[in-house]
């Protein structure tokens, strides 16, 4: 292949850029009429040591310079072929004469000579066939000077018809696929034509595979589009680019090489295809990044690392080896280190240690090295052999560590440990002992044996009498230094007293934390009265004492009525003022032996010893009850309450949960039966308390599991005794299947509070039952109770909002049934129904007629219906009172313009007594007791069959 380059300007301004041609000097010398070539140093060498043949031709073809393999490829020595015309070499056959002179036109031009296979004449007379390549090189003013020519023996790899046929381009061919470097050949526009071996093996891809394809397949994604385009617009230039690029092999793996892709011009200069020539330098490249990265590594590492050859010089030093000896790095290179950091007296033991090293072992020892000033320190040093290519020794690894400071750190280290060791064992002992005076003994003795007799450690003088609650000294204090060398104690001797003084005043800490949680655990914060836990201790000693004399005891359960109107009203800061007072005073009305607590909230107990008769405890009670009666003051003014007490008796049989439960059943018994009152426990309590807790677990139960069922009574028109309603009467199933009334568990569910979600639950259920009757029936309308407590919730209006928008009931078709009682005790009654009344939802008044309510009351109330007591309808037909006040009920809801309804409607008789006084609506067993909701639908806007 050739390159024949039109004009010297065409490849002058890519040579000035060469290496090459910048190490050229022109020594302006003439020989042979031509200017003489000289390398610069460095390529000197280079050319001398190269693996391959080369030889400097001058202008004129003649060769100014041969190495040593150029000698032994032409058998001709150095003398033999300076001066030599090129042309001389090349065998004297007409064809190869021919070649040869071909090649050589162009070569003052400057043109370049890529891989092309010649014969050579040895010296001996034997051929010698070569793949040659000639670099034109340039001066610093971009004038020709010379070439540089190299060649490469190929005989062997060439069979004998090719070496006897000449040079075609088939031997090149076989002389480019026999070479180390990858070569790909392609046309003018990328197409692969040819690949060599080297190829093959570096990508992976067999020829078949990339030939008619473009160098495209290579490309590993890692160069940008603006790389590929300065590359094309180089070679399609006639210029060569050479660079460093990465490749991707057939198996996806990348690999870099240093690439070289050179034109190849016809006559006219016109680029006709493109040789491209690529070395894998993958490991190379690798080997440089862990040569850099060991470099580095060195240069951190605070030993100081040092190499020699076998005599002794310095052949590298480290950062740290020039900080810790004084000598800057110029200074210790190549230079004998035993004479710069061996003292004199040390001179035989260090040549000893290096006779040891060129046999090649290691030596490791402590020896003393000498710095620049002449100062030196005991160093820890490895002296390692470290060997060439061969296998031989070729110098010394030394590192050196200053063991000065570790001795001086292993001496601090070993101080530090033995004083955090005595910090742990006085820990140890602060965890098992109490006594502030002992710990700190113990403390003194290790710190005084760690400072050593110049340091006097002292004991604080307050620390024999501290106590809990008491003055003590502050942390740090506990343990004082004194003495000659207490000035000279470092900021870690300081930390050690302290540490040890921080465990002293721990354990008085922990001492006076002990005592106040045993008080807060047995007593009430707020009022400083014995807890439910104490009272329930006291009772235990006392019904122990009762197992020796027989004796019995009391307990009095104590409620404030109004604590919590006080609360709302006066703020709870006023409230817990009155608890105070209320404590100081049952303290002064009780006897000495008895015991006051306070069980939480506004619960108090009193436990009376030796009482066996109820008016000893009744007249403790009554006593309590006259100390509450007056004003309790408070800083927003006086507040007064009133008490409920119960009264329980105990002896030696009785335990004190089980009394303190029966005291307070009969307390709750006093305040249902008005406050302000005293009650003794009875065996009715008892069971009504029985009652309760059943009846309470069965509730839980059945809200938890779905227990909850609702039935229905219908509500008959009288006009035509069609159904027109219902009402909604909850039932309580049992776990183990049976139906509990409302009436034995409603008044539970009140007192528990539980009646909040069993309301809202009925409320829900209701209102998604009557979606299907309303469609039956426009104008049907369902009833569910609402109990007081509900009702004084700020958000019953929205709990009965949301049911309502949850099932899509109407509002126009809901009743909420309110007792008597209810309308006149609860406060905000009005607003509430008020509020529902403007959505639509109607009201009734239940029993009405038990609960005397006020007629000014129920004028400013919404309410639409009353429903007149099961307890007048039944004697209707037989009490000539029950007719009066049926009748008189009648007429006020006339007046009011309200409608009616009566409850528990039995026998025709009484349907008639009604029917005649225009009662609107009634319900009762005549037509049907509470049903299923499943049992409802065919009532609907029927006359229901009268059953009695």
Avoid at 82 to 98: I, Q
Avoid at 244 to 253: A, C, F, L, P
Avoid at 384 to 402: F, K, L, N, Q, W
Avoid at 652 to 677: C, F, P, Q, W
Wanted: proline fraction near 4%.
């Amino acid at each position: 292949m050739r390159d024949r380059r039109g004009t010297r300007a065409a490849h002058t301004g890519d040579q000035r850029s060469s290496t090459l041609s910048k190490a050229l000097r022109d020594t302006r010398t003439e020989r042979r009429g031509e200017v003489e070539i000289e390398l610069g140093e460095i390529l000197h060498e280079v050319f001398d040591r190269a693996p391959h043949p080369y030889v400097l031709v001058g202008t004129t073809g003649r060769i100014h310079r041969a190495n040593q393999h150029a000698c032994a490829l032409t058998g001709r020595s150095t003398e033999d072929l300076v001066g030599l015309h090129v042309l001389d070499l090349y065998a004297d056959t007409p064809a190869g004469r021919a070649r040869a002179e071909e090649l050589f036109t162009g070569f003052a031009e400057g043109e370049w000579l890529i891989d092309e296979v010649l014969e050579l004449r040895h010296a001996g007379g034997a051929s010698v066939w070569v793949r040659t390549t000639r670099v034109p090189l340039h001066d610093e003013e971009g004038d020709f000077a010379g070439a540089l020519a190299s060649w490469v023996d190929v005989t062997d790899r060439l069979t004998p018809d090719q070496q006897g046929s000449g040079v075609t381009d088939e031997v090149r061919a076989a002389a480019l696929g026999s070479v180390g470097s990858a070569v790909m050949v392609t046309d003018v526009h990328g197409t692969i034509t040819w690949v060599n071996h080297a190829f093959v093996r570096v990508s992976g891809y067999a020829p078949e595979e990339v030939l008619g394809q473009t160098p495209r397949v290579l490309r590993s994604g890692e160069h940008t589009r603006e790389h590929y385009e300065q590359l094309w617009a180089t070679i399609l230039a006639g210029r060569v680019w050479r660079g460093e690029m990465v490749d991707r092999r057939k198996d996806g793996s990348h690999y870099r090489v240093v690439q070289t892709i050179t034109p190849i011009l016809d006559e006219h200069g016109a680029v006709t295809r493109f040789v491209a020539v690529h070395d894998d330098v993958t490991e190379q490249r690798r080997t440089e990044a862990r040569t850099r990265f060991q470099s580095q590594l060195l240069d951190a590492v605070g030993d100081a690392v040092i190499a020699t050859d076998l005599e002794g010089k310095v052949q590298y030093v480290n950062p740290a080896a020039a900080r810790i000896y004084g000598w800057s790095e110029e200074e210790l290179l190549g230079r004998s280190l035993v004479d710069l950091t061996v003292p004199e007296s040390l001179a035989d033991h260090a040549e000893a240690i290096q006779e040891r090293i060129r046999s090649g072992r290691t030596w490791t020892g402590q020896f003393e090295v000498r710095r620049r000033d002449g100062t030196t320190f005991p160093a820890l040093v490895t002296n390692a052999p470290y060997r060439d290519a061969r296998g031989e020794v070729a110098g010394m690894i030394g590192v050196s560590t200053d063991i000065a400071s570790l001795e001086r750190t292993r001496r601090l280290l070993t101080r530090r440990a033995q004083q955090q060791r005595a910090v742990a064992e006085v820990g140890q002992i602060a965890t098992r002992l109490d006594d502030v005076a002992a710990v700190a003994r113990v403390a003194k003795e290790k710190a005084q044996g760690l400072l050593g007799p110049g340091v006097q450690i002292t004991l604080a003088s307050e620390l024999a009498t501290a106590r809990p609650g008491g003055a003590t000294r502050e942390v740090g204090e506990w343990l004082e230094a004194s003495g000659p060398e207490a000035a000279a104690l470092d900021v870690h001797d300081r930390e050690f007293l302290t540490a040890l003084s921080h465990i002293v005043d721990a354990v008085r800490q922990r001492r006076e934390a002990t005592a106040q949680l045993e008080h807060l655990a047995t007593h009430d914060p707020l009022t400083g009265l014995p807890n439910r836990t104490l009272f329930l201790d006291r009772i235990e000693q006392v019904r122990a004492g009762c197992e020796r004399t027989d004796a019995g005891f009391a307990v009095l359960f104590l409620d404030l009525d109004g604590l919590k109107a006080i609360n709302d009203g006066l703020g709870h800061d006023a409230g817990d003022e009155v608890l105070i007072v209320v404590a100081r005073r049952l303290e002064r009305v009780v006897r000495p032996d008895d015991t006051v607590a306070r069980l939480g909230g506004d619960e108090f107990a009193i436990l009376c010893p030796g009482v066996i008769t109820t008016v000893v405890a009744r007249s403790i009670a009554e006593r309590v009850r006259t100390a509450m009666a007056g004003a309790l003051p408070t800083q927003r003014g006086s507040a007064s309450i009133t008490t409920s007490v119960g009264i329980a008796y105990g002896d030696k049989t009785t335990r004190g949960a089980r009394l303190l439960r029966d005291a307070d059943t009969a307390m709750y018994a006093a305040k249902s039966a008005g406050r302000n009152r005293v009650e003794v426990f009875d065996e009715r309590m008892r069971q009504r308390a029985e009652h309760r807790f059943d009846m309470t677990a069965a509730l839980r139960h059945a809200l938890e599991h779905d227990g909850i069922e609702v039935h229905y009574q219908p509500t008959v028109a009288l006009a035509d005794e069609r159904v027109c309603g219902v009402e909604a009467l909850v039932r309580l199933r049992t776990a183990a299947g049976s139906l509990i009334p409302p009436g034995e568990f409603i008044w539970v569910a009140e007192e528990t509070g539980l009646i909040d979600q069993l309301g809202q639950r009925v409320l829900e259920r209701a209102c998604h039952d009557a979606k299907p009757w309303l469609a039956a029936d426009p104008d049907f309308l369902v009833s569910v109770n609402l109990s007081p407590r509900q009702l004084m919730h700020e958000e019953v209006t929205s709990t009965v909002e949301q049911a309502l928008e949850a099932t899509g009931l109407p509002p126009s078709a809901l009743i909420l049934e309110l007792t008597e009682s209810t309308l006149l005790a609860t406060a905000g009654t009005a607003g509430a129904m008020n509020r529902l009344r403007a959505r639509g939802v109607r009201f009734a008044i239940d029993d009405f007629g038990t609960g005397y309510s006020s007629l000014a009351h129920l004028r400013h109330m919404p309410v639409d219906l009353l429903k007149i007591d099961r307890s007048f309808v039944s004697g209707l037909h037989s009490d000539i009172q029950d007719q009066a006040l049926v009748a008189a009920t009648m007429d006020l809801a006339g007046t009011f313009g309200l409608l009616t309804n009566a409850e528990g409607v039995e026998t025709p008789q009484q349907l008639a007594a009604l029917a005649a006084l225009g009662c609107d609506y009634a319900q009762g067993y005549l037509w049907s007791p509470a049903v299923p909701a499943s049992s409802i639908h065919p009532l609907v806007g029927a006359v229901p069959a009268r059953l009695r």
